[in-house]
C-alpha cells in the first residue's frame, strides 16, 4: 500500500496517531470539518473507537487502509475519528444514537451525521463484505451517499426526531436525579434493594458466575451490590452468587494468570476466551470489589489476587512520576491474544518435568482451547484440584509460582501489545480509591505510598 500521512499525525491520542496514515483523509472533530461539511453539503461520517479496542483494529486494516474503500470515504463524506477516551462527551451522544437506532452498541461506533452534526444513521463493526448478517462497508457508503442524494429531506427529518429523542431521554434522566439526593436519608428503601436484587439475580448466571449471556463483561458494581445487599441482609444467594463470579473469573482466561490483570470482557459464557485488551478502570474495579471479597470471607485467594492485579498496574500501567495509564492493547505483532497464549510444546521445553503438573492445571493440551492455542485457565479450584491429586498444598503453589515466573520470563521477550499512554483523570481516581482501600483492609504501608504517590501527581 502507498504511503499516506493524513491530519491525524498531528494529533496526541495514540488511537488517532494508528489512523495517522491511513489513505482516508481523516479529521479530528473540530470547526474545521463541521464547517467543511456545511460548506459543502455533505454527510459527516463520524467513527470512535479507543487503542485497545481489537474490533478497531480489525476494521481498520480491512477497510481504513483500503485505497478503494478509502476514496469512496473521501468523495462523499467528511471522515471524523474521535478517541471515545479524550471525548467521552461525543461518545456518549452517539453511543445513544445508535443504540436508539439499532438496540445495540459497541466499538467501533460508525455514525453518520448530517452537515450540521445530527445523527441520522450507525452502527458498530461492519465487514468489507458482508457477513455475519451485516452489510459490508462499502454497501453502507453507497447507500448512505444515495439517500443523501435522493432523499435528504427525509434524512434530515429522521435526524431531528432522532436528536429530539435523544434529547428526551437524557434530560429525563437528569431531573430524576437533580436535587433530590439528601445525604441524610438512605437513597433507596429496604423494599428497593429486595427488588433489585431480584432482578439482578433473574440475570445471573449460576454456573459460571456473572450475568447475562456472551458476551459477558465482569460487571463489578453489580457484584459489588450484592456484596452490599448481603451484608445489610445477611442473605445468603446474594453472597454465593458474587463470590461464584468473582471465583469463576479469576479461575478464567479473562484473568493472566501470569502477569495479572483483567481483560475487557469474554467472548464466551465460561469466562475462557477474553478480547485480550486490559483497561486501567477495569481492574481498578475488581481491585474494589476484591477488597470488599476478602473482608467478608478472609480467603486469601482473594487478597492474592488483589496484590497480583495491583503488581500488573505498578509494571504495565504507571508512569515514573505516579499517573496511571490508560490501557494495553488487545493485539501485539498484529495479532490477537499473541502475547498471552501458548502452545504446550513451548511450556514443555521451558517447565521440563514440571510441564505436566502445570498444564494439567491450568488446561494446555496439544489441540490448544483457543485458535489452535492455549489460554491458561483453571478449570478447578486449588483446593479441589489438590485434594483429587492428593497433593500437598504448600509444595503444589511452590511448584506452580515457580514456573509462573520462569514463563513470565520467557514472556517478556515477546512483542508486546501496544500501550495507551494517556493518563485519564477519572480512571486514575478510581485506581486512585482502589489502591488506597487495599492499603487499609491489607494493612499494607507500601499500598499506601502507591496511593499517595498518584495522589500527588494528579492533584
Same mark, same amino acid.
Given at each position: 500500500m502507498t504511503d499516506f500521512t493524513n491530519r491525524l499525525i498531528n494529533e496526541t491520542s495514540p488511537y488517532l496517531l494508528q489512523h495517522a496514515h491511513n489513505p482516508v483523509d481523516w479529521f479530528a472533530w473540530g470547526d474545521e470539518a463541521l464547517q467543511k461539511a456545511k460548506d459543502e453539503d455533505k454527510v459527516i461520517l463520524v467513527s470512535i473507537g479507543?487503542? =485497545?479496542?481489537?474490533?478497531?483494529?480489525?476494521?481498520?486494516?480491512?477497510?481504513?487502509?483500503?485505497?478503494?474503500? =478509502?476514496?469512496?470515504?473521501?468523495?462523499?463524506?467528511?471522515?471524523?475519528?474521535?478517541?471515545?477516551?479524550?471525548?467521552?462527551?461525543?461518545?456518549?451522544?452517539?453511543?445513544?444514537?445508535? +443504540?436508539?437506532?439499532?438496540?445495540?452498541?459497541?466499538?467501533?461506533?460508525?455514525?453518520?451525521?448530517?452537515?450540521?452534526?445530527?445523527?441520522?444513521?450507525?452502527?458498530?463493526?461492519?465487514?468489507?463484505?458482508?457477513?455475519?448478517?451485516?452489510?459490508?462497508?462499502?454497501?453502507?457508503?453507497?447507500?448512505? =451517499?444515495?439517500?443523501?442524494?435522493?432523499?435528504?429531506?427525509?434524512?434530515?427529518?429522521?435526524?431531528?426526531?432522532?436528536?429530539?429523542?435523544?434529547?428526551?431521554?437524557?434530560?429525563?434522566? +437528569?431531573?430524576?436525579?437533580?436535587?433530590?439526593?439528601?445525604?441524610?436519608?438512605?437513597?433507596?428503601?429496604?423494599? +428497593?434493594?429486595?427488588?433489585?436484587?431480584?432482578?439482578?439475580?433473574?440475570?445471573?448466571?449460576?454456573?459460571?458466575?456473572?450475568?447475562?449471556?456472551?458476551?459477558?463483561?465482569?460487571?463489578?458494581?453489580?457484584?459489588q451490590y450484592l456484596l452490599q445487599h448481603q451484608a445489610v441482609t445477611n442473605n445468603a444467594e446474594a453472597l454465593q452468587q458474587a463470590l461464584l463470579s468473582l471465583d469463576k473469573m479469576l479461575q478464567g482466561g479473562i484473568y493472566d494468570h501470569i502477569g495479572g490483570g483483567m481483560a475487557r470482557y469474554s467472548t464466551d459464557n465460561e469466562w475462557l476466551a477474553p478480547h485480550f485488551e486490559k483497561m486501567l478502570y477495569d481492574n481498578a474495579l475488581l481491585i474494589d470489589v476484591l477488597c470488599d471479597a476478602w473482608q467478608i470471607t478472609n480467603a486469601s485467594k482473594y487478597k492474592a489476587a488483589i496484590l497480583k492485579t495491583i503488581a500488573f498496574v505498578q509494571k504495565e500501567l504507571t508512569h515514573p512520576d505516579g499517573g496511571f495509564y490508560a490501557a494495553l492493547d488487545a493485539d501485539s505483532d498484529g495479532i490477537e491474544g499473541k502475547y498471552y497464549v501458548w502452545q504446550i510444546e513451548e511450556i514443555n521445553v521451558i517447565l521440563g518435568k514440571d510441564a505436566a503438573v502445570f498444564c494439567d492445571f491450568f488446561g494446555v493440551t496439544e489441540k490448544g482451547n483457543w485458535e489452535d492455542a492455549n489460554i491458561l485457565n483453571i478449570f478447578k479450584p486449588t483446593d479441589e484440584y489438590i485434594a483429587e491429586k492428593n497433593i500437598e498444598e504448600q509444595g503444589f503453589n511452590n511448584l506452580i509460582e515457580s514456573c509462573i515466573q520462569k514463563l513470565s520470563k520467557v514472556r517478556e521477550s515477546r512483542v508486546k501489545p501496544a500501550l495507551d499512554d494517556k493518563i485519564i483523570l477519572s480512571w486514575n481516581a478510581l485506581m486512585l480509591k482502589a489502591i488506597a482501600k487495599a492499603s487499609i483492609v491489607l494493612q499494607d504501608g507500601s499500598l499506601k505510598e502507591l496511593a499517595e504517590k498518584n495522589f500527588n501527581f494528579i492533584k
Open positions: 479507543y487503542s =485497545a479496542c481489537h474490533w478497531c483494529h480489525v476494521m481498520e486494516k480491512e477497510s481504513f487502509e483500503n485505497e478503494t474503500t =478509502a476514496q469512496l470515504m473521501n468523495e462523499n463524506f467528511v471522515n471524523i475519528k474521535i478517541d471515545r477516551e479524550e471525548r467521552p462527551d461525543l461518545d456518549h451522544i452517539y453511543m445513544d444514537a445508535v +443504540q436508539a437506532i439499532s438496540g445495540s452498541g459497541g466499538w467501533p461506533l460508525n455514525v453518520f451525521l448530517t452537515p450540521d452534526a445530527k445523527p441520522f444513521y450507525g452502527g458498530t463493526y461492519y465487514p468489507p463484505v458482508q457477513a455475519f448478517n451485516r452489510s459490508s462497508w462499502t454497501d453502507v457508503l453507497l447507500n448512505i =451517499a444515495q439517500s443523501w442524494k435522493e432523499k435528504k429531506n427525509e434524512i434530515e427529518s429522521q435526524a431531528d426526531n432522532l436528536v429530539a429523542h435523544i434529547s428526551q431521554t437524557n434530560n429525563l434522566v +437528569q431531573k430524576k436525579f437533580e436535587g433530590i439526593i439528601d445525604e441524610t436519608e438512605n437513597l433507596f428503601t429496604l423494599d +428497593q434493594c429486595h427488588s433489585m436484587f431480584a432482578a439482578i439475580m433473574k440475570q445471573a448466571d449460576k454456573t459460571w458466575g456473572g450475568f447475562g449471556k456472551a458476551p459477558k463483561f465482569p460487571q463489578t458494581f453489580t457484584i
